[in-house]
């Protein structure tokens, strides 16, 4: 007899992080993750998060709406269905539920983690194996100031944490941004390396001036300058210019991937769990994308803990990822609602250890941090 799907519960929590993160269209002080926990009649309990960022500001679903449609629609319909089935309960998701991709990837995870613990395996091992187990983690310098960012820069660089830096723009006037990259590729020239990520902000001719002079200054990636739905324009920048494109905001899934693909897009996928509806998702464009001579980058949405281990069981399966990885999410955070953090060190973090995700809930913290 197959465990059966008992409940589904989620819950929004709040976690404040360790600065403002400022990127074009939001600040953040706060992350909200929404936790989802999937308990089976053969006594086990997956766990799984959704997070967005900022609130509607950078995907159409928001922290409440995850939470509500994956109470509302999403649970009452692998309530009571066999638990051990990914394919099929996940198929039957397909069948009923448009969009939603954060709340899918939420409870994918959830299931992940649940039959990895049934079958005492990690979810890495669910997903075929894992072919690395240190996976490299850069840093987001996005304070809103030159000299801080700097300044963190280096000390990232000393504790050997990161060696490799993401810097948000779009928020400030082109001159501004490029005084600001400038400066601190200057502060950390052949120390680390720099990218940036515009989150869509400008249009296609100031991307045009903005990237050369981004392309002077040694800037080594440019993620998604223009708007997501600019393909064409996307696909004309990566063309125009040596230094790479990367497509973030673009590029939610496999048919994102091929629609890139067939416009003669070339450069690299930022994959992230939450854009491709769960790790399985995020695989398949990975997968798509390799078919297509196209780089990785294993992205984030800036989730908690539970988000980014599920992310890196799922990157950890894959033989490359020529752009590393931003899995820092953790890191931005004041406090952790798990039991043990990931460890991060040598300028990565380390696969967390099965059965499942190898994460445990703290219950104080995890009650504290919760919406009442
Ligand atoms: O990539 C994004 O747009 C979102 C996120 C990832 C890192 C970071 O600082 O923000
Ligand atoms: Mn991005």
Known sequence: MPAIIESITTQLVDLPTIRPHRLSMTTMACQTLVIVRLRTSDGIEGI?????????????????????????WMAPLLIGQPAD???ALMARLDRHVR?????RSALETALLDSQGKRLGVSVAELLGGAVHKHLAVLW?????????????????????????FKLKLGANALRDDLRHVESIC??????????????QAWDEATAVQGI????????????????????????????????????????????????????????????????????RGALALAR?????????????????????????????ALPSLEWGTEMFGPL????????????????????????????????DRLRFYSRP
């Open 99 to 103: 969009g939603n991709a954060i709340a």
């Open 288 to 316: 798509t994308a390799q078919a297509g001579g196209i780089g990785l980058y294993g992205g984030t949405m800036l989730e908690g803990t539970i988000g980014t281990a599920a992310s890196l069981h799922a990157w950890s």
């Open 186 to 199: 200057a502060a950390l020239d052949g120390r680390a390396g720099v990218q940036v990520d515009i989150n």
């Open 48 to 72: 799984g998060e959704g997070t967005t960022i900022g609130g509607l500001s950078y995907s159409a679903e928001s922290p409440e709406s995850i939470k509500c449609n994956i109470d509302a």
């Open 212 to 279: 050369a002079a981004l392309e002077a200054a040694g800037v080594a990636l440019i993620e998604q300058p223009i708007s997501a739905r600019n393909v064409c324009g996307l696909t004309r920048l990566a063309n125009r210019f040596r230094v790479p494109m990367l497509a973030d905001e673009a590029v939610q899934d496999t048919g994102d991937g091929l629609t890139l693909l067939s416009a003669g897009f070339s450069g690299a996928f930022a994959l992230k769990i939450a854009k491709a509806g769960g790790p």
């Open 332 to 363: 931005l955070l004041k406090d952790d609602i798990v039991t043990e953090g990931l460890r991060y060190h040598e300028f990565g973090v380390d696969l967390p250890r099965g059965p499942g995700l190898g994460i445990a809930l703290d219950e």
């Open 85 to 87: 089935n990914i394919n």
């Open 140 to 164: 987001t310098l996005a304070s809103g100031d030159t000299q801080k960012d700097i300044d963190e820069a280096f000390q990232r660089l000393d504790e050997r944490r990161h060696q490799q």
